[in-house]
Every structure is written in C-alpha cells, then in structure tokens.
C-alpha cells in the first residue's frame, strides 16, 4: 500500500516542489497550505508523515505539531522553516518535531530525512506486527525475535508489541521516544554521549542537532517521570550525556526463541 505524506507549505512554489520530489521517492502527496488544511486531512485522509512549515496561511505550523502529539497518534513529523536560530529549531523540537530543517535545504537532504522518517515509520509498525528481524548488537532498538521485556519499578518496556507501561498505565511514545528508550534501558547505567545517542537512534552524525537529543530527552521525561525536574530513570550526566538508572536490577519477564 503507498504510504501518503501531509505536506503543509503556505508557499505554492515549494510545495510544487516538495510534492513532486515526494511522489518521485514513490509517496502519495496530500498538499495543504494552512492549520484547517491540516486537520481536514488527519480526518479524512489516512497519513503516515508530515512535512510541516512553520509559516503556515493561518498559524504558525508548531501549532499543528503540538497538536498531532496531543493525539497521541506517532505520526512523524519533518518541520521546514526559513526560521534557521537555535531558539526557532528548538522551539520545533519541543513542540513534538521528529526532525527539522531549515530553507532554503538541497533535494539530497530533504530525501534522506524523509527516507530516515519512514524507516522508523517501517520499524514501528514491524514491532508492532512482531515482524522485525533480529538487530545487530550495535543498534538501540530491542529486536522481536530473541528479545527480552525489562521490568524496572514500575515500569515495563516490551520491544514485541512496541509498549511501555508506567505503574499498570500505557504510555504512547512516538517511535523515536521509543527508540531513544530502548537504547537507554537495555544498558543501565550506561552513559550515552548526544552524538552516540543521535547515530543510533537518528541514523545521523551532524552535531547541529543535538538539541533534537535534548528535546526528545525532555519529551520522555515529561511521560514517565513524576517530576521530570528530578528525573528517576532518565538521569544527564553533565558534560558526557545521559543514562537510564534505577534502584533495582532488572527483571527478565518473557524471552521469546526464534
């Protein structure tokens, strides 16, 4: 089945262009120029990504963003801007962006975020279907096949049905907060520096996003920890990165042979 990406432009000319280029790599394009356009489509059309401008006909397409994590859904999202500060990017990311990138940008690039995009898009839906093959030990993602679920207090991470649970509750994380929490977990204690945590889980090695780690580290904590201020599970070390800690070693629940 083709995978349909929303493209939200205000500017006709780049949204000729960023749809043209779309449908080369294979997608079905559903084109909008404003916040309305957007929502019409969520509703009426069946969406795997979003390309998302900030400047939208009637808003600022951070809006949409938001808006798209409140529904919990894990639609990915690549936002476009002409807005190039650290300010404007992490505002972006904070709002729920899974990437972004910043005009005017190259046909190359635009093409590997996107296929980056619906690789995890891929990846989601395989966990979920129990059909991801077995990972290499350098990847972060916790494999379907010979794959252990981890019990820490009070939380559960089953790589099998792509679900995690806090005290008995399912909490949705988009497949990159999914990624990233793996990655931490199946090695406690572990610290992870921005740049390993953006090879692994972002399949990038520009260090002008590493406040995408930042932002997706923060989005994680406000989900699972009570007072993200003093974090239980997801701790920074300052100056190196992160790591996932907690006071019990943890549990094997289930390991499934292949």
Not at 33 to 50: F, K, P, Q
Not at 81 to 96: C, H, I, N, R, Y
Not at 227 to 234: D, F, H, S, V
Request: aromatic share 8%; glycine share 6%; with cysteine.
């Amino acid at each position: 089945m083709q995978q349909s990406v929303l493209v939200l432009e205000d500017d006709a000319d780049i949204l000729g262009l960023i749809a043209l280029h779309l449908k080369v790599m294979g997608f079905e394009v559903i084109k909008g120029t404003s916040l309305e356009d957007g929502y019409r489509a969520l509703v009426n059309e069946d969406i795997s990504a979003v390309v998302l401008d900030r400047g939208l006909d009637d808003g600022d397409g951070k809006t949409f963003c938001e808006f798209l994590r409140q529904q919990e859904n894990g639609i990915p999202v690549l936002m476009l801007t002409a807005l190039d500060s650290e300010s404007d990017m992490v505002e972006g990311f904070e709002a729920g962006a899974d990437d972004y990138l910043a005009k005017p940008f190259s046909v190359i690039e635009f093409q590997a975020r996107v296929r980056a995009l619906m690789r995890r898009v891929s990846l989601h839906s395989q966990w979920q279907l129990g059909t991801t093959k077995e990972s290499s030990s350098d990847t972060c993602g916790m494999s379907s096949k010979h794959s252990t679920s981890l019990l820490f207090q009070h939380l559960e991470i089953c790589p099998e049905t792509h679900s995690v649970k806090l005290e008995g509750r399912d909490i949705d994380l988009t497949p990159i907060e999914f990624s990233l929490l793996c990655c931490l977990a199946k090695r406690p204690e572990r610290v992870f520096s921005k740049d390993e945590l953006l090879s692994r889980v972002w399949n990038t090695d520009y260090d002008g996003y590493r406040h995408t780690v930042c932002c997706a580290i923060n989005r994680l904590r406000s989900k699972l920890e009570r007072n993200p201020a003093t974090p239980k599970y997801i701790h920074t070390v300052w100056g190196v990165g992160y790591k996932f800690s907690e006071p019990s070693d943890p549990v094997l629940l289930r390991r499934v042979n292949g």
